[in-house]
């Protein structure tokens, strides 16, 4: 009994320190930032996202981000942050299939890994096909799954699957402030400030009116 408690806990350990890794190279590689100044654009884009910061070392990691304006920058982060959510869902998921006993760990992290994949498939506007021009209904579908997730509270990160683990584990598991959120946070901004930048629709003509005399 004793023995197979351990190698539950080695699995758990091992599971949650080899997804620390993998998220954390990740991480790295997708928001490694060139030395390029930063446009006025784009720092005036960040000015109102939940972490100016950031937001401009993730939009300035995005060659294409300072010729943009309001709708493209917003249309950028989504399709980067489908990217990102993509090869974390991917890396989490190879993680958890080759464990074999399933806890409570393995269920909370399965749970926070279907969140983020669920958020790339509102994300994920391209389907893996030549990058084209954004439709509206694409665009409109990742304001609205963003705007409702904001609402609800859901946080894409999987801080919670910490609770339980040993200390130096529980600090590993996931970088404080979790950069997959903090991408979310990002492009939810975007998208407001893109609706908030539209031009207002024309007033309709007036109608005729007969006026009786």
Known sequence: MAMAASRTARTVNLLTLSLSISISVLFSANLLVAAAPTSDSVKEACAKSPDPTFCAAFLAAIPESGTADARGLAELAIRA??????????????????????????????????????????LDVDRGKATTAM???????????????????????????????????????????????????????????????????????????RREI
């Open 135 to 209: 439709e509206d209904a694409k665009f409109n579908d990742a304001r609205d799954y963003i705007e409702a997730g904001e609402k609800d509270g859901l946080a894409w990160n999987c801080d919670l699957c910490r609770e339980g683990l040993p200390a130096p584990v529980k600090t590993g598991l996931l970088p404080k402030g979790n950069e997959f959120e903090k991408v979310m946070g990002v492009t939810g901004a975007l998208i407001k400030r893109a609706a908030g930048s539209a031009a207002p629709a024309p007033a309709p003509a007036p109608s005729s009116i």
């Open 81 to 122: 942050a489908a990217k990102i959510g993509a090869e974390l869902g991917t890396a989490a998921r190879t993680q958890l299939n080759v464990v074999t006993v399933k806890g409570a760990q393995w269920q909370c992290m399965d749970s926070c890994v279907a969140d983020v994949e669920e958020a790339v498939s509102h």
